[in-house]
């Protein structure tokens, strides 16, 4: 739980359904963007413990 405390931020903007994960219980929020030809992703949630999960 405490690696969830590390994610990087995602902000108000990002929080919308088209990055909302359905079907969870929690709330979680992940965006990915390619840069490079890698890769990069962000995530974010409601609940502590999925955020850890997610780290």
Known sequence: MQWGERLEPVNDGERSEINRVAGCESHV??????????WHFRAA???RLIRGLLA
């Open 29 to 38: 929020w992940l965006i990915g963007q390619c840069q490079d030809g890698r």
């Open 45 to 47: 949630s409601d609940a």
